[in-house]
């Protein structure tokens, strides 16, 4: 089984920029991929950043140019630096970790979420 442990969510203004962080652990299970999801109200969860062990990332279009997802293996940790942010990013993240070197799709593991809201 793998924890994940998210922080740095909150309130930010049109503009400005937040860092989310999650750390993993809890399993022997190698963990191939980490990355970050989102789901606002009345949508479905979606792919915001996603990271392998090797360095492949995948970004959604919406944040391309805005977010970077960074990952410490040895410490088998995912940052996602938002800068610029939008109302439209509001939203409660998710971490994943996946067993799967693929960063098309989730893994079996989730964070509990920290909210992201972004308003003036």
């Known amino acids: 089984q793998v924890q994940l442990v998210e922080s740095g969510g909150g309130l930010v203004q049109p503009g400005g920029s937040l860092r989310l962080s999650c750390a993993a652990s809890g399993s022997r299970v190698s963990i191939a991929a980490l990355g970050w999801y989102r789901q606002a109200p009345g949508k479905q969860r979606e792919l915001v950043a996603a990271?392998?062990?090797?360095?492949?990332?995948n970004y959604s279009d919406s944040v391309k140019g805005r977010f970077t997802i960074s990952r410490d293996n040895t410490k088998n940790t995912v940052d996602l630096q938002m800068s610029s942010l939008k109302p439209e990013d509001t939203a409660v993240y998710y971490c994943?970790?996946?067993?799967?070197?693929?960063?098309?799709?989730?893994?079996?593991?989730w964070g509990q979420g920290t909210q992201v809201t972004v308003s003036s």
């Open positions: 994943n970790a996946n067993s799967f070197a693929t960063v098309s799709y989730p893994g079996s593991y």
């Open positions: 990271v392998t062990r090797g360095g492949t990332t």
